[in-house]
C-alpha cells in the first residue's frame, strides 16, 4: 500500500473475486479448482488488508470501537448469511455462482463513492509479518487464538454436540446460537472499549472467554442453559479480535498498520489450520472431550497473558 491507492486496490480485488467466481463456474476440473481457490485467497486477504487498514485509520479515535464493533457484526453475519444463500439457491448449475458474482458487485458499489486512500505514513515500516510477533506479540497471539477456536469450533462443535447425545437438530443450534453472540455482541464489546479502558475490555473478554470453556461442556445436559452460555462464550471470544484491532489503531499508523493488518491475517491463517487439527486430534485422544479440553488450555493460556502490561504497546523490532 506505500505505492498503490487503496480505493483502485479495492476495485481491482472485487473484479478479480468476479472473474474467478466466473472461472469457478465454468470448470469443474478439481486442480483447476484448487488454483482457483488459491487465488482467490490471496486476493481476499488484500481485500480485507486494505479494508481494515482503511477502516481504522479513519474512524475517529472516540468512536473507533464502535466502529469496529460494528464491521465484525456485519462480517460475522456475512458468514452466517453465505450458507443460507447456498440453501435457497442449491448447490448446482450456475445460480450460487451468479448469486456470488451478483454480491461481489454489490459489495463493490460503494466504492463509486468513496474517496481516495492512502496510509497517513509511507516510510519503510520499522517490522514485518514474521516479526510482528515480536512487535506486538499480544496482537499476534489474540489473533491465533481466536482463529483457533472459530475454526475449531465451528469444524467440531456439532461432532461433539452428537457424540454426548445431542439429537442433530440441537448439536447444530449450538453453532447457530454461537455465532450469533459473535456478530451481536460486537458492537457494545466495541462501545466499552471506548468508553473504558481497552486493556480493561481485552482482559475481560478473556476472561468470559475462558470462563465459557470451562461451562459450556458442563451445562449439555440443559438446552437453554448451553445456549446462553454459547451466545456468551462465542462472543466475548470474538470481542478479543474487536478489541485487538483498536489496539492496533491505537498503536500503529500509515504503512505500518497496513503490515500489521497483514499479518493479522497471517496469523489468523496459521490459528485457522492449527485449530481444527488440533481438536480433531484430541477429540480421538479423548472421545469427545478433549475438544473442551484444548478450548480451556487455549483460552487460559491467553487469559494469563492478556494482564501483563508490558504486553501493551509495540516493542522494538529485531535489529532496532
Not at 461481489?104 to 510477533?133: K, T
Not at 454436540?161 to 445431542?166: A, E, I, N, Q, Y
Not at 487455549?298 to 535489529?319: D, E, N, Q, W
Request: glycine content about 12%; aromatic content about 12%; some cysteine.
Amino acid at each position: 500500500m506505500r505505492h498503490l491507492e487503496g480505493r483502485n486496490l479495492l476495485a481491482a480485488g472485487v473484479i478479480v473475486e468476479i472473474a474467478l467466481i466466473y472461472a469457478l463456474m465454468m470448470t469443474e476440473s478439481l486442480a483447476a479448482w484448487f488454483v482457483i481457490r488459491f487465488l482467490g485467497g490471496l486476493t481476499g486477504a488484500v481485500l480485507f488488508v486494505v479494508t481494515e487498514t482503511w477502516m481504522i485509520e479513519i474512524a475517529p479515535e472516540p468512536h473507533r470501537g464502535r466502529v469496529m464493533g460494528l464491521y465484525n457484526t456485519t462480517l460475522a453475519l456475512s458468514f452466517a448469511l453465505g450458507p443460507l444463500m447456498l440453501s435457497i439457491t442449491g448447490v448446482a448449475g450456475p445460480t450460487p455462482f451468479v448469486a456470488g458474482m451478483t454480491l461481489m458487485a454489490l459489495a463493490g458499489m460503494p466504492l463509486l463513492f468513496a474517496g481516495r486512500y492512502r496510509p497517513s505514513s509511507v516510510e519503510e515500516p520499522a517490522f514485518g509479518v514474521v516479526s510482528f510477533l515480536k512487535v506486538a506479540p499480544l496482537l499476534a497471539i489474540a489473533c491465533f487464538v481466536v482463529a483457533f477456536k472459530d475454526l475449531a469450533a465451528s469444524s467440531l462443535m456439532p461432532v461433539y454436540g452428537l457424540r454426548v447425545g445431542l439429537d442433530e437438530s440441537a448439536a447444530t443450534l449450538m453453532l447457530f446460537f454461537g455465532a450469533i453472540g459473535g456478530a451481536l455482541l460486537q458492537l457494545p464489546i466495541g462501545w466499552a472499549a471506548d468508553y473504558f479502558d481497552a486493556r480493561k475490555v481485552l482482559i475481560a473478554c478473556a476472561l468470559v472467554a475462558f470462563l465459557g470453556a470451562l461451562v459450556w461442556p458442563l451445562v449439555v445436559g440443559s438446552k437453554i442453559l448451553l445456549w446462553i452460555t454459547l451466545f456468551l462464550w462465542w462472543g466475548f471470544f470474538a470481542g478479543v479480535y474487536t478489541v485487538t484491532m483498536i489496539l492496533a489503531g491505537q498503536w500503529f499508523k500509515g504503512v505500518e498498520l497496513a503490515t500489521a493488518m497483514a499479518a493479522f491475517g497471517a496469523y489468523w491463517g496459521i490459528g485457522a489450520f492449527a485449530g481444527p487439527l488440533i481438536g480433531g486430534l484430541s477429540m480421538d485422544l479423548w472421545d469427545p472431550y478433549g475438544l473442551a479440553l484444548v478450548m480451556v488450555i487455549v483460552s487460559g493460556g491467553f487469559l494469563i497473558m492478556s494482564p501483563r502490561k508490558g504486553l501493551y504497546g509495540p516493542r522494538s523490532a529485531p535489529g532496532e
